[in-house]
């Protein structure tokens, strides 16, 4: 993975190509243009010229087999999550996680379910990280 890769998020568009990859693991432009229902479609010679670039970000790489091209994605899903995340507290919340996590509660209604769960998960992270203790300012 290339040092830009690292740094760069993928735009809206490269991101829909992303998950297609993600999806079939390798796929052709044509492969990536049909796996779209057909009314949202992206162009072929767009998909081509927006996979050309998102190789050379890094984020994708190419194998021929024959005379077509093969993509294959070089960044995770979870990168790419960890990434966008980080960019969106750093330019949204001021690096605040607790104002991220404020404003998600306060966005639209949280199911108990979902309240207990991420209760969970903090709990497991503090104990991972050392943090056991509540408040330790």
Not at 31 to 37: E, K, L
Not at 50 to 56: C, N, V
Request: aromatic share 6%.
């Amino acid at each position: 993975m290339s040092k830009s890769s690292r740094t760069q998020i993928p735009t809206a568009g490269e991101l829909r190509l992303l998950h297609v990859l993600w999806e079939k693991g390798e796929a052709t432009v044509e492969d990536v243009v049909n796996a779209h229902p057909v009314r949202n479609r992206p162009n072929y010679k767009t998909t081509q010229t927006l996979l050309r670039i998102m190789e050379e970000k890094g984020f994708i790489k190419h194998s021929c087999r024959g005379r077509v091209f093969v993509f294959t994605p070089l960044v995770s899903r979870k990168a790419v999550s960890q990434r966008s995340l980080k960019a969106l507290l750093s330019q949204n919340f001021g690096g605040s996680a607790t104002g991220l996590f404020l404003n998600l509660l306060e966005a639209a209604p949280v199911k108990e379910k979902d309240l207990d769960e991420l209760e969970f998960h903090i709990r497991e992270y503090r104990k991972k990280s050392g943090l056991g203790g509540r408040n330790k300012n």
